[in-house]
């Protein structure tokens, strides 16, 4: 399993509310942010600020409350996901979803750790990468 | 307020079973750590596992359970942490622990946005950054 996490997704009550948070700190939400989804480069680690039903479907989390969060592994293909989650089965994760395609285009999975930490592996190739493995958001 | 992440915390019951879980992806766990906390360097973000009674006593979070998650902004000196916590304070965050002094050497205050996600301010002068504003750990 490569060793990176290139998004951290917080489960939010009020997304307008939290996103105007974020912004009263300085820190710029990225054009690629929506009505769904507010997107902020923290230093090639992207924050992501989306509502907790959202999540709770996306993760199969049924409390998935707002103070959830979510990590992301993203990968430059579908067989790379399928591959993660593999490794990450052998390593004893639970499954939460099995990969599988998204509505918005993207091909996504989720594991959960020892204490139910929440792991995403998730192929989205509008969403490119530096040399370095960070993703590039515009 | 500096848009960047250094560290993610993972609230564990159990370091040796999460730490080995994490050594079965095929991460390794760096020199620093010890038998408290477990860090690894994704990419030059730092993912650390903490006892979660040891989390709450830190952030003063009574429910910390494992399974919480807090995310540091590592900063250069004592000074800019209190400043970044006034700069919180002004965008409408909860104070969860006021920047202090702790046993292990470091100058560290923690506060939540509108949802409870907790950030932890820090000053933690054996932890260098490289040129990007990440951490250098051993």
Redesign the interface.
Known sequence: ?I???NL?T?????LA??RA??E????KAKAASNPYVAF??????I?SLYGKDALAGDTGIADAK??C?T?AINLESQDAVDAAMA??M????TLLTAPHDTPWGGYVGYFA?????PWELACVPMFPFDA???LILD
Do not use: Q, T
């Not at 009263?24 to 820190?27: D, M, P, Y």
């Not at 902020?40 to 680690?45: I, K, M, T, W, Y």
């Open positions: 399993m060793p990176r996490v951290i917080l489960a939010v009550a009020d509310v939290s948070f974020y009263r700190l300085g820190w902020f480069d923290l230093n090639g680690l924050l707002a103070g969060v990590m490794e990450a052998g390593a004893g994760a750790d020892p204490d139910g930490h370095n493995g960070r």
